[in-house]
């Protein structure tokens, strides 16, 4: 079973690497505005499985592509992770995303400062196969289908120790914030902010890296319990 990491994140990537997993990156490009009044986990749970669906399309594309080339090698089935981190303040309510720019910056780390926010990181695993069977399939060429989807979010508790101004404007000029939900990056400089954690470190990173594992796993066990149906049914048939 091939493995795609759906994500441009090279903490993603990294985390994976650690693991000793063998598998590819695709990049996905989704509209990541939230909705208006959608909650945190609403709004981490449609990101995620937009980009299962975004990763799927672009799957499709290239499979057919191939299949024009007369180059494609297909895998009997793949699973597709995608994720999305956001940070959450006390409230439960306010989403923490990435900053717009300085002012935004500052915005959220002074609703951080001398306080605690929780990052949530929402994992999906989205199992799909190749299917002849397809009507919408022109001369019924193979498609990738969904066979089976999971998801988990984790969350994290964060403190912060009081910031000043002029801590907030030199790690906003060391140009690490910007792409990084909460405009901070634990594994980087932003870790001098950070007093205590609880919970999984490395979901605030931005990927949970023991509850992917255990989830790509499950995905893997229902993917061979699947397998195993028609050879069950064969065996009864034949008693």
Do not use: C
């Amino acid at each position: 079973m091939k493995l795609i990491l759906a994500s441009g994140s090279p903490r993603r990537h990294e985390l994976l690497t650690r693991a000793q997993l063998d598998f590819t990156v695709m990049s996905v490009d989704i509209d990541e505005t939230p909705h208006i009044d959608e909650a945190p986990k609403a709004y981490i749970e449609r990101m995620v499985a937009t980009k299962a669906e975004a990763a799927v399309e672009q799957l499709n594309r290239a499979l057919n592509k191939k299949l024009n080339d007369k180059q494609a090698d297909l895998p009997e089935s793949i699973i597709i992770i995608t994720a999305d981190t956001i940070g959450v303040l006390a409230d439960g309510k306010t989403v923490l995303v990435k900053p717009a720019n300085r002012k935004d910056a500052y915005r959220m780390w002074q609703q951080m400062s001398d306080n605690v926010h929780e990052v949530w990181t929402a994992v999906q695993a989205t199992h799909v196969a190749f299917s002849s069977e397809n009507a919408s399939s022109p001369n019924n060429k193979p498609v990738l289908q969904v066979v089976n989807q999971q998801k988990i979010t984790e969350r994290t508790e964060v403190t912060f120790i009081p910031l000043t101004i002029e801590m907030m404007s030199n790690y906003w000029d060391s140009g690490e914030p910007a792409d990084k939900a909460g405009g901070y990056g634990i594994q980087g400089l932003g870790a001098a902010w950070v007093s205590r954690i609880n919970g999984s470190y490395t979901n605030v990173v931005g990927l949970p890296l023991a509850q992917t594992l255990a989830l790509i796993n499950k995905m893997q066990i229902n993917d061979m319990q699947l397998k195993e149906i028609p050879e069950i049914k064969l065996r009864l048939s034949i008693r």
